[in-house]
């Protein structure tokens, strides 16, 4: 894994911003993972502004995003659905035919969930996904004892995933107990990973899984046996990880044209 300290969420967003126009640029039909939550509304506003003044186009990208809530339908304030619309979609341009979202309403979600992974497939695979962590190390909705190989399916979330996203919702209470998520080896499938976390809240989870031993106790954990996933971090969510000097000399010590 590349551990890319940066001094601030914002700076570290706007390195992982400029990886994906990257990309973009080089591959304007690329297959973008996409992810929810706090973590990465700064990459995907930098995104919108390349998008707007840069001209960065998306017109031929296909996304498809880790997550969403059973129960929640798109129109839901607090759905992923409704939350990648306000964020992104509405500011850019891939066409709606090219976004996908697991369905919160699906009535038969083992059915729709091979459906997700067909189509991942069908479209040629992930080339780039954008990852947060929980708090409890979880990617996607992957919560701790997921299978390390496990596809599209149904989980659980953990009272602690749940309490971390109460402030979506008018209540605890309404938060969903059940998620349909891409599966840890759906996400180890992707052809390039960026984990983004920032925030001290993070550094624990973080510093599991990175300098941990590989466990499904910490999904996150599986990454180190992604041939290529680069970790994106602030400091407060660095504190914790041993060899933080060494990962700092590693990015300095980078030939130009290996840098993001
Ligand atoms: P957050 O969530 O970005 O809102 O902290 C991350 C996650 O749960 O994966």
């Known amino acids: 894994m590349e551990i890319i300290i940066q001094p601030s969420a914002e700076a570290a967003s706007t390195l992982a911003a400029r990886h994906v126009a990257r990309l973009v640029r080089e591959k304007p039909n690329a297959i973008l993972g996409l992810a929810t939550g706090s973590t990465p509304l700064a990459l995907y506003r930098e995104l919108i502004r390349l998008h707007r003044d840069d ?5 031929h990208v296909t996304t498809f995003n880790l997550d969403e809530y059973v129960g929640l339908a798109p129109t839901h304030p607090a759905s992923y659905h409704a939350f990648m ?11 709606a035919s090219r976004i996908h979202i697991p369905d919160g309403l699906a009535t038969d979600i083992p059915t729709h ?29 992957n919560e701790p004892s997921s299978s390390l190989a496990s596809r599209t399916r149904i989980k659980t979330l953990t ?14 209470a309404s938060v969903p107990h059940h998620v349909i998520t891409m599966g840890v080896g759906t996400i180890m499938d992707a052809r390039q990973v960026l984990l983004l976390a920032f925030g001290e809240k993070k550094a624990h989870a973080i510093a599991t899984a ?24 602030d400091e ?6 041993t060899r933080r000097d060494y990962y700092r000399w590693v990015f300095e010590q980078k030939p130009e044209w290996q840098k993001v």
Do not use: W
């Open 236 to 241: 407060p969510a660095a504190t914790q990880l």
């Open 113 to 141: 969930c091979r459906a997700y992974e067909d189509a991942i497939s069908s479209a040629g695979g992930l080339d780039l996904q954008i990852l947060g962590i929980g708090s409890d190390g979880h990617i996607g909705f």
């Open 85 to 95: 619309h306000e964020n992104f979609f509405a500011h850019l341009n891939v066409p």
């Open 55 to 59: 001209g960065l186009d998306f017109s």
């Open 210 to 233: 990175v300098e941990g031993p590989i466990t499904a106790m910490n999904p996150a954990s599986i990454l180190q046996m992604h041939p290529v996933a680069k970790c994106l971090l």
């Open 159 to 172: 009272p602690e995933t749940r309490d971390d996203n109460a402030r979506f919702f008018d209540s605890p």
